[in-house]
């Protein structure tokens, strides 16, 4: 049975893998995760999570390494993890009242087949329109400034959403169970 590792320094991958009761082990990827010029949001994720899942195929020459990426895009502008709290304010400022469609890629690179496979699930997720001391409040107890778009639907964000719309519920905290179950299966690899 090949090993199982997570490229990602992410919390929040990790526990979403945890779910699956799968062992597996983590490691950080080898990614410079800047935007090419030109590149939609959807190609950037899908690059970025190939990248990171292939960048350690040298370390781990038996495993299947999951590399995912997300980013989401308002108005066709790529938003990335926001870092600190003004950018964070500046990004849900931009978002009010708007619909923003995050796209987060899943690369599975199996490493004895050097062989990478990899799918995108969109969610469009739909801001309230509400008031900067709303924001205020949310970014000072939610701190989201890991999150694409500083969006934290898994914890006080979802105050924030008006709606959402995806095929995947774990998509938009940032690893796509579902469509990482389907390609685990189709390599062979055992989940129930």
């Not at 992410?10 to 082990?25: A, D, K, N, T, V």
């Not at 739909?126 to 969006?151: F, H, K, V």
């Not at 519920?169 to 169970?177: K, V």
Request: net charge negative; aromatic share 6%; proline share 6%.
């Amino acid at each position: 049975m090949p090993t199982l590792v997570l490229a990602s320094t992410s919390r929040y991958r990790r526990e979403l893998l945890e779910r699956l009761g799968l062992p597996f082990e983590v490691a950080a990827p080898i990614c410079d995760e800047t935007p090419l010029s030109g590149e939609s949001a959807a190609d950037t994720a899908t690059r970025l999570a190939r990248i990171k899942a292939e960048s350690l195929a040298p370390r781990y020459p038996d495993a299947l390494i999951i590399g995912s990426d997300q980013v989401a895009l308002l108005d066709g502008v790529q938003l990335g993890k926001p870092g600190d709290y003004e950018r964070a304010f500046s990004q849900l400022t931009a978002m009010r009242g708007k619909t923003i469609v995050f796209h987060t890629a899943l690369a599975l690179h199996n490493t004895a087949k050097d062989h990478t496979t990899e799918t995108i699930v969109p969610w469009r997720v739909t801001m309230r329109d509400y008031s900067d001391a709303e924001i205020d409040t949310y970014l000072r107890r939610e701190q989201p400034y890991d999150c694409a778009g500083s969006a934290k639907t898994e914890g006080l964000g979802v105050a924030m959403i008006a709606a959402m719309e995806g095929s995947d519920p774990a998509a938009i905290i940032g690893l796509p169970l579902i469509e990482l179950c389907r390609l685990l299966r189709e390599e062979g690899y055992p989940i129930l």
